[in-house]
């Protein structure tokens, strides 16, 4: 059975930087895609940036520049950097691993940036 836990989320000031992670546990033999989204209140969950196994990015417009997605396979972990954080970035991230076929999802983690 395949898990995944978020952690680094918080409440920081706008323009601060937050590092999160998620790391799968269980029977995994490799993971192709991971990924980040999020939702914020009263709005559809929404790609942030999504990593393949040969580590091609891609970011949505809202966050480029600005936010950095990386894995690390031997701890099946990605990570998000977010820097210069802005009050719209408030919302609870997801990550979402693609696994033979197959998307798992964490429970998710909130960012709460203040202005």
């Known amino acids: 059975q395949v898990q995944l836990v978020e952690s680094g989320g918080g409440l920081v000031q706008a323009g601060g930087s937050l590092r999160l992670s998620c790391a799968a546990s269980?029977?995994?033999?490799?993971?192709?895609?991971m990924g980040w989204y999020r939702q914020a209140p009263e709005k559809q969950r929404e790609l942030v940036a999504t990593i393949t196994a040969d580590s091609r990015t891609n970011y949505a417009d809202s966050v480029k520049g600005r936010f950095t997605i990386s894995r690390d396979n031997v701890k099946k972990t990605v990570y998000l950097q977010m820097n210069s954080l802005k009050p719209e970035d408030t919302a609870v991230y997801y990550c979402?691993?693609?696994?033979?076929?197959?998307?798992?999802w964490g429970r998710g983690t909130q960012v709460t940036v203040s202005s």
């Open positions: 269980g029977s995994i033999f490799s993971i192709n895609a």
């Open positions: 979402k691993f693609t696994i033979r076929f197959r998307d798992y």
